[in-house]
Nanobody, 124 residues
Framework: QVQLVESGGGLVQAGGSLRLSCTAS????????MGWFRQAPGKERDFLAS????????SYADSVKGRFTISRDNAKNTVYLQMNSLKPEDTAVYYC?????????????????WGQGTQVTVSS
């Protein structure tokens, strides 16, 4: 399976921005749908955004629409999550994931490979 490593997390003030990166190794991601999820303490892992292999289709959770943008650069084997207008409730561990399929999906069980996560903390 593809190995995924997230980076770009950290501490940011409310209203600020961060860009997360997820770089794949072992296999190219050009045939994978990629996604971002997050998990806050005591909460379930929530879907945030996904992007099809072609990058033609994207899907977003209602909670992040208009604030977060998913993109990918298949030549760099990397997917990004641009996060703007961050809120304290965005504080969580953020995970990228790869689904071995070309079509868009938002279902966690469709994603076979997961990164280790990167912490995002948004202060008031």
């Amino acid at each position: 399976q593809v190995q995924l490593v997230e980076s770009g997390g950290g501490l940011v003030q409310a209203g600020g921005s961060l860009r997360l990166s997820c770089t794949a190794s072992g296999r190219t991601v050009s045939t994978y749908t990629m996604g971002w999820f997050r998990q806050a303490p005591g909460k379930e892992r929530d879907f945030l955004a996904s992007i099809s292999a072609s990058a033609y289709f994207t899907s977003y959770a209602d909670s992040v629409k208009g604030r977060f943008t998913i993109s990918r650069d298949n030549a760099k084997n990397t997917v990004y999550l641009q996060m703007n207008s961050l809120k304290p409730e965005d504080t969580a561990v953020y995970y990228c994931a790869a689904a071995f399929r070309r079509g868009i999906t938002t279902t966690p069980s469709d994603f076979q490979s997961w990164g280790q996560g990167t912490q995002v903390t948004v202060s008031s």
